[in-house]
């Protein structure tokens, strides 16, 4: 009982005693950011300079002294400065010792040097004890207090005690500490903040892999097509025709492309008779940025949405309608209602605008904001059963509105189908695969290998 009790008080700053002083050596922007909440947090803050003059940039409640007497004056120090810069620590080593280091740097490029700024700065003062932590956190949310992204605060060091110490620090700022383990994990730690969305890489490249494919795919087949054989000069067709034909594909097809390293997981659970054994490293990061890839979809789908609100206000539409109503006026003739036309229009219309309405949803409901309020249960019968449901109305969206361009030979121009029937492969062997695996036959043998029953256990080790 004692023991979980001070487990609980350790997640809690002790605020009824006095906070220690804290030392912050540099007085640029992140350093005098850093004090500046730390004042507000309740912390004296002494900052060591080159110059003791005081800077009208530095929090007034601050005190600017010399290195050396900053450091005397605290237990932590907060080393605020560039890694090129840590030569004038070497003759501070006898005042250090013993001290807590806190290095705060980055770096320019992934992996710019042997070891990590940290691990170098270990090197430098021996008898220091040296954390990493702050290095995710930006000189700007910490003077705007707009913390949201970037409130979870990685750390690591080799000292426990010295650790505890500054999570204690990170928390009494209401940010959350992330303890890290060992220094050697601050090379990862200072290699984060340089990544460039590194989940939304294969999403992005792939999208614009396909855009590119079906947008002269389209060319091809709309504009140089026409221009061939009927000598008619459609090229306007590249400003709305086509990107709405392109976003409407894209947007089905990369959401069965969410759904299918699903698939093909559960076929390899079933072949393998484990769960235990690794999937292919390529299968793991297809599925560890489906997220990335559904809201490249719904961006997609948005832009296909308004594309089709833009079509009443076109020239073309404009002069196709007026030349059809001109034609019957000629003619003295009325064509009827066809209410076969009528209810296809009608249903597809329909059905587009329920899955763009669920699609929505899966987009809302995948924000860090919503998913964290919402449990395990929901969040799933929300991103697999209503994601499902989605891709079945995205895809009748698709077959009821081009479903009949299969049969017709006008729509092969040069033998090659029409992109929307393109679109629907994917989806439909997603589906389909789907719907066999729901079969009890399959669905058991697969639910308990997902609880952990093994066909072979030698697999298990």
Same mark, same amino acid.
Not at 174 to 202: C, H, R, V
Not at 403 to 432: E, Q, T
């Given at each position: 009982?004692?023991?979980?009790?001070?487990?609980?008080?350790?997640? @809690?700053?002790?605020?009824?005693?006095?906070?220690?002083?804290?030392?912050?050596?540099?007085?640029?922007?992140?350093?005098?950011?850093?004090?500046?909440?730390?004042?507000?947090?309740? $912390?004296?803050?002494?900052?060591?300079?080159?110059?003791?003059?005081?800077?009208?940039?530095?929090?007034?409640?601050?005190?600017?002294?010399?290195?050396?007497?900053?450091?005397?004056?605290?237990?932590?120090?907060?080393?605020?400065?560039?890694?090129?810069?840590?030569?004038?620590?070497?003759?501070?080593?006898?005042?250090?010792?013993?001290?807590?280091?806190?290095?705060?740097?980055?770096?320019?490029?992934?992996?710019?040097?042997?070891?990590?700024?940290?691990?170098?700065?270990? +090197?430098?003062?021996?008898?220091?004890?040296?954390?990493?932590?702050?290095?995710? @956190?930006?000189? &700007?949310?910490?003077?705007?207090?707009?913390?949201?992204?970037?409130? +979870?605060?990685? @750390?690591?060091?080799?000292?426990?005690?010295?650790?505890?110490?500054?999570?204690?620090?990170?928390?009494?700022?209401?940010?959350?500490?992330?303890?890290?383990?060992?220094?050697?994990?601050?090379?990862?730690?200072?290699?984060?903040?340089?990544?460039?969305?590194?989940?939304?890489?294969?999403?992005?490249?792939?999208?614009?892999?396909? !855009?590119?494919?079906?947008?002269?795919?389209?060319?091809?087949?709309?504009?140089?097509?026409?221009?061939? $054989?009927?000598?008619?000069?459609?090229?306007?067709?590249?400003?709305?025709?086509?990107?709405?034909?392109?976003?409407?594909?894209?947007?089905?097809?990369?959401?069965?492309?969410? $759904?299918?390293?699903?698939?093909?997981?559960?076929?390899?659970?079933?072949?393998?008779?484990?769960?235990?054994?690794?999937?292919?490293?390529?299968?793991?990061?297809?599925?560890?940025?489906?997220?990335?890839?559904?809201?490249?979809?719904?961006?997609?789908?948005?832009?296909?949405?308004? *594309?089709?609100?833009?079509?009443?206000?076109?020239?073309?539409?404009? &002069?196709?309608?007026?030349?059809?109503?001109?034609?019957?006026?000629?003619?003295?003739?009325?064509?009827?209602?066809?209410?076969?036309?009528?209810?296809?229009?009608?249903?597809?219309?329909?059905?587009?605008?329920?899955?763009?309405?669920?699609?929505?949803?899966?987009?809302?409901?995948?924000?860090?904001?919503?998913?964290?309020?919402?449990? &395990?249960?929901?969040?799933?019968?929300?991103?697999?059963?209503?994601? *499902?449901?989605?891709?079945?109305?995205?895809?009748?969206?698709?077959?009821?509105?081009?479903?009949?361009?299969?049969?017709?030979?006008?729509?092969?121009?040069? $033998?090659?189908?029409?992109?929307?029937?393109?679109?629907?492969?994917?989806?439909?062997?997603?589906?389909?695969?789907?719907?066999?695996?729901?079969?009890?036959?399959?669905?058991?043998?697969? !639910?308990?290998?997902?609880?952990?029953?093994?066909?072979?256990?030698?697999?298990?080790?």
């Amino acid at each position: 009982m004692n023991k979980n009790s001070s487990n609980v008080m350790a997640l @809690v700053p002790n605020t009824s005693k006095k906070r220690e002083t804290v030392c912050i050596f540099g007085t640029g922007d992140f350093g005098r950011a850093l004090g500046h909440k730390l004042i507000q947090s309740g $912390y004296p803050v002494v900052f060591g300079s080159r110059s003791a003059q005081i800077s009208s940039l530095v929090p007034k409640d601050a005190e600017v002294l010399s290195h050396t007497e900053a450091a005397q004056k605290a237990a932590i120090i907060i080393i605020a400065i560039q890694r090129q810069h840590y030569n004038f620590l070497t003759p501070l080593a006898e005042v250090l010792r013993g001290k807590v280091l806190v290095d705060v740097s980055n770096n320019l490029k992934i992996n710019q040097y042997p070891e990590s700024n940290a691990e170098y700065l270990a +090197q430098l003062v021996p008898g220091a004890k040296v954390v990493k932590a702050f290095n995710t @956190v930006s000189a &700007w949310a910490l003077q705007s207090g707009t913390l949201d992204a970037s409130r +979870q605060v990685f @750390v690591c060091g080799d000292d426990m005690e010295a650790k505890q110490m500054v999570m204690d620090i990170v928390r009494a700022l209401g940010l959350t500490p992330l303890d890290q383990g060992s220094l050697l994990a601050a090379q990862e730690i200072e290699n984060y903040p340089l990544q460039l969305f590194p989940m939304w890489k294969f999403p992005i490249f792939l999208s614009l892999g396909l !855009t590119a494919f079906f947008f002269f795919y389209c060319l091809i087949r709309d504009v140089i097509y026409s221009y061939v $054989y009927e000598k008619k000069d459609f090229s306007f067709f590249i400003a709305i025709s086509i990107p709405n034909r392109i976003c409407p594909v894209l947007a089905l097809m990369l959401l069965a492309l969410v $759904y299918l390293p699903g698939v093909l997981a559960a076929i390899l659970q079933l072949y393998r008779g484990t769960k235990y054994r690794r999937f292919p490293d390529w299968l793991d990061k297809w599925m560890l940025c489906r997220k990335q890839l559904g809201l490249v979809a719904l961006a997609f789908a948005s832009l296909h949405v308004l *594309y089709t609100l833009v079509i009443p206000i076109r020239s073309f539409v404009r &002069w196709r309608t007026s030349s059809s109503i001109l034609s019957q006026a000629m003619k003295n003739e009325t064509q009827p209602l066809n209410t076969t036309y009528a209810w296809l229009s009608d249903s597809y219309l329909a059905l587009g605008i329920l899955g763009f309405f669920l699609f929505v949803l899966l987009g809302i409901t995948s924000l860090p904001s919503v998913s964290n309020n919402v449990n &395990w249960r929901e969040f799933r019968f929300v991103q697999s059963k209503l994601g *499902y449901l989605t891709l079945i109305l995205c895809t009748a969206h698709t077959l009821v509105y081009g479903g009949n361009w299969f049969l017709s030979p006008s729509s092969y121009r040069w $033998y090659l189908p029409n992109a929307y029937m393109l679109s629907l492969i994917i989806p439909c062997i997603v589906l389909v695969v789907k719907f066999v695996l729901v079969f009890p036959c399959l669905d058991k043998p697969l !639910t308990r290998i997902r609880q952990g029953w093994e066909r072979n256990p030698r697999y298990s080790e």
